[in-house]
């Protein structure tokens, strides 16, 4: 009998980077990612770190990100703030904010999940030319088309209300989810879908119960990014909600900066925290399914 060969070592050693196969390239990546994580994360922990000095230590150890002496009186300041001065509270401004973007990430998605399945199953003239166009216009400028918008939105009388910013979000919004739901889409077994349909599901039933489901990782890719746009979209919120009481986080932001009364500084750091705290916990909620998202499909078995 033929004796079976052990395994000369372990496959996936032969995969990646090792410090022993290569140390220099290994110490380099290595250096290029810290110094990645530090360039990122280093505004973002000093401004935190303004929000929480007083104003004694407020210009000492500039370059620190540790404050000699720490207070939550700037949180507190900033939500009275933006409640006497500009007559708006942040939970107004996340309301705002958030009845906006939900609402264009929900349609975008919808409309961009229904496009997808038609271009990943169906085949008809001109499929191709029809989603190079759609993918196409996701390269125009926004600001581009902010006046024809601008009068579009007048004649339709929907300025100062959450339509005239929710239409373009979601215009905007779904080139770049169809190009990342088809690409998905084209990736689920077609056997799966025609047994479904051989039980008697139609077109609808099996986007709804079967795709969908099999393509939540890159819903929530198209989630996250979507969100991170559309949150933090300034032009538009600015032009087309001129009303204080409808305006989004951004708008009320640069109101807080440039308004006419002295904001110390401390004050101003604490509001800009208030309105990094929700992005953080998207990016946290979804992290898992948007790394599953991001990666799917890049090694093939």
């Not at 000095?53 to 933006?82: C, G, L, S």
Request: charged residues 15%; positive net charge.
């Amino acid at each position: 009998m033929r004796r079976k060969r052990k395994p000369s070592g372990d496959r996936t050693a032969s995969y990646g980077i090792s410090y022993r196969r290569n140390p220099g390239f290994f110490i380099l990546t290595r250096i290029i990612i810290l110094v990645s994580v530090i360039v990122i994360l280093f505004p973002i922990l000093y401004i935190f770190s303004l929000s929480l000095r007083t104003e004694k230590t407020m210009y000492q150890d500039t370059f620190f990100i540790v404050p000699k002496a720490v207070t939550h009186k700037n949180y507190i300041a900033a939500w009275e703030y933006a409640k006497v001065r500009l007559n708006v509270t942040f939970l107004q401004m996340f309301r705002n904010s958030i009845i906006c973007t939900v609402s264009a990430i929900v349609l975008a998605i919808l409309f961009a999940s229904l496009g997808s399945f038609s271009f990943s199953n169906f085949k008809f003239k001109g499929k191709e030319l029809t989603f190079t166009t759609i993918i196409a216009s996701y390269v125009v400028p926004p600001q581009v088309l902010l006046i024809p918008l601008f009068f579009i939105m007048k004649r339709l009388g929907i300025l100062n209300n959450y339509l005239a910013v929710i239409f373009p979000y979601m215009g905007f919004s779904i080139p770049i989810a169809t190009l990342i739901l088809r690409s998905f889409f084209e990736q689920i077994p077609h056997e799966i879908k025609e047994a479904a349909k051989i039980d008697g599901a139609r077109d609808f039933q099996v986007l709804l119960r079967i795709v969908l489901p099999l393509a939540a990782p890159a819903i929530a890719s198209c989630i996250i990014l979507l969100f991170l746009e559309t949150w933090n979209e300034f032009i538009y919120a600015l032009v087309f909600l001129q009303n204080p009481e409808i305006q989004t986080i951004p708008v009320a932001i640069a109101r807080i900066a440039g308004g006419k009364f002295r904001l110390p500084l401390g004050t101003y750091g604490a509001a800009i925290m208030i309105t990094v705290i929700p992005v953080l916990v998207v990016f946290m909620l979804f992290q898992k399914w948007f790394i599953a998202g991001m990666t799917m499909g890049a090694v093939k078995g």
